[in-house]
């Protein structure tokens, strides 16, 4: 997903062993009483494991827990998010490819996989996923908002704005959304209306300090100089301020393109 402005060896074997899992493999002699509590105790464990910062070990366990019982959704994302520890989002996807083959229609699931695939920068096939989703579940705002993000970064800033306003009228303070649609806006150089919707935190110290300095960027962008340094001056130091008053600038004066990348932080 969008890494700077925007709110996106044991592996492989791990995955080798879950291309052909399925719930056959319970011993037959166990209930599925007994096969619950094996699962939940290797996810405790897992959890326990994690904890102490031991990723490799912690995989073992819900890869375990997972090939037990593969329609339990705890084990697949504990799955998923300590194998992306790894880096390899190729092996993220398989495992979100694998736990749909068992869970086609769970909408977290598809959400998920989408966004890892934005990620990837597989646009195209993230906005199929999400898509998906939406047709199970339409007011899934987590989904209508990283479908904005597909769009946006699919250059089809009109799209993706109807997806953050969809996605707010479901949750209307999100600040993730909220700041993606700003930054949206801004791509189309709507700066009033993209400083219009973050300007109501600029002052508040507990909202993200990225979604503050994108307003500062905003403010900047716009030729707000005063205020662009305002808000920044609330999060930096001097020092760090003039840089980006600076760079905020050197933006202004960009063709339309090259300001789009800098905003995208690419």
């Not at 094996?38 to 997972?66: I, W």
């Amino acid at each position: 997903m969008m890494k700077k402005t925007w709110f996106i060896s044991c592996c492989l074997a791990a995955l080798i062993g879950l291309n052909g899992c399925s719930s056959s493999e319970k011993e037959p002699s166990q209930t599925s009483t007994e096969v619950q509590s094996q699962v939940e105790q290797l996810l405790r464990l897992g959890k326990r494991t994690q904890e102490t910062g031991d990723h490799a070990n912690a995989l073992g366990f819900y890869q375990r827990a997972y090939m037990l019982d593969t329609q339990n959704r705890d084990a697949l994302f504990l799955l998923a998010e300590t194998t992306k520890h790894s880096g390899d989002l190729s092996a993220v996807a398989q495992v979100y490819t694998n736990g749909l083959n068992h869970l086609p229609e769970d909408t977290g699931l598809l959400r998920r996989y989408g966004n890892i695939l934005i990620e990837q920068n597989k646009l195209p096939q993230a906005i199929i996923q999400l898509k998906k989703a939406l047709s199970i579940k339409p007011n899934d705002a987590q989904a209508l908002n990283s479908l904005g993000v597909a769009y946006d970064l699919s250059g089809l800033h009109d799209d993706a704005q109807d997806q953050y306003e969809k996605s707010l009228d479901e949750a209307a303070s999100d600040l993730d959304t909220l700041n993606n649609y700003a930054l949206s806006l801004a791509l189309s150089e709507d700066y009033d209306k993209a400083i219009k919707t973050l300007s109501p935190y600029g002052k508040d110290s507990t909202a993200p300090k990225r979604l503050r300095l994108n307003l500062a960027m905003l403010y900047g962008l716009s030729g707000d100089v005063e205020m662009a340094k305002k808000v920044a001056s609330q999060l930096l130091d001097r020092e760090a301020v003039e840089n980006n008053l600076r760079i905020y600038e050197e933006m202004r004066k960009m063709n339309k393109a090259a300001r789009k990348t800098a905003v995208l932080g690419k």
